[in-house]
């Protein structure tokens, strides 16, 4: 179901792209087209993703480069919106303290080990906004893990109960209330 106030999300969406780039940064394999961040590109010009030749190679040095790359031929300050392997890429760029990485929203980040980042995702504070959205039955990161790497980080944590990886597999289509808490997350970050 769509909220009645769609249209006005999608309005303030837009104007929040007037602002800031509002940068899609998917998982592992790329988001098919039921995942909420295709939907979400599909309904709104505010968002960009990037950009990858191979989706299939989980390194995640992979989609910090990839990320970057997108970075550097834009000129405003960017929230960096992850899911999943892209979550732990947008934590990276936040550490490196990228000048245009404004904010990071970071849903369904999965345990480091899983994709060999370790050694890679940050174990420190993040320097700029960041929130994660954590689902009590995500196979990929058990919510006391979510609310611990919460901690190291500094971010705001999201309980969104049970639901799943947070993905198209476990009914999350367009979530326009991801969309919600977004714009929440940049509201807070204007202070």
């Given at each position: 179901?769509?909220?009645?106030?769609?249209?006005?999300?999608?309005?303030?969406?837009?104007?929040?792209?007037?602002?800031?780039?509002?940068?899609?940064?998917?998982?592992?394999?790329?988001?098919?087209?039921?995942?909420?961040?295709?939907?979400?590109?599909?309904?709104?010009?505010?968002?960009?993703?990037?950009?990858?030749?191979?989706?299939?190679?989980?390194?995640?040095?992979?989609?910090?480069?990839?990320?970057?790359?997108?970075?550097?031929?834009?000129?405003?300050?960017?929230?960096?919106?992850?899911?999943?392997?892209?979550?732990?890429a947008a934590t990276c760029l936040a550490a490196e303290?990228?000048?245009?990485?404004?904010?990071?929203?970071?849903?369904?980040?999965?345990?480091?080990?899983?994709?060999?980042?370790?050694?890679?995702?940050?174990?420190?504070?993040?320097?700029?906004?960041?929130?994660?959205?954590?689902?009590?039955?995500?196979?990929?990161?058990?919510?006391?893990?979510?609310?611990?790497?919460?901690?190291?980080?500094?971010?705001?944590?999201?309980?969104?109960?049970?639901?799943?990886?947070?993905?198209?597999?476990?009914?999350?289509?367009?979530?326009?209330?991801?969309?919600?808490?977004?714009?929440r997350f940049e509201h807070r970050m204007q202070g």
């Amino acid at each position: 179901m769509i909220a009645p106030n769609f249209a006005r999300t999608l309005d303030s969406l837009a104007d929040v792209a007037t602002r800031r780039d509002l940068v899609l940064v998917p998982g592992f394999k790329n988001s098919g087209p039921e995942h909420w961040q295709s939907l979400w590109q599909e309904h709104s010009p505010a968002f960009q993703r990037i950009a990858m030749s191979n989706w299939n190679n989980p390194d995640v040095d992979l989609w910090i480069d990839a990320t970057r790359r997108l970075l550097t031929q834009r000129q405003r300050p960017a929230i960096l919106i992850g899911h999943s392997l892209g979550a732990l890429a947008a934590t990276c760029l936040a550490a490196e303290l990228h000048p245009l990485v404004a904010g990071v929203m970071l849903v369904a980040p999965p345990r480091p080990s899983r994709f060999e980042a370790v050694e890679r995702v940050p174990h420190a504070r993040l320097e700029v906004p960041a929130m994660v959205v954590a689902s009590q039955t995500d196979p990929l990161m058990p919510f006391s893990r979510a609310e611990h790497w919460s901690r190291i980080w500094g971010a705001e944590l999201v309980d969104i109960g049970d639901a799943g990886h947070i993905n198209a597999e476990a009914g999350y289509g367009l979530w326009w209330q991801g969309m919600e808490l977004l714009l929440r997350f940049e509201h807070r970050m204007q202070g």
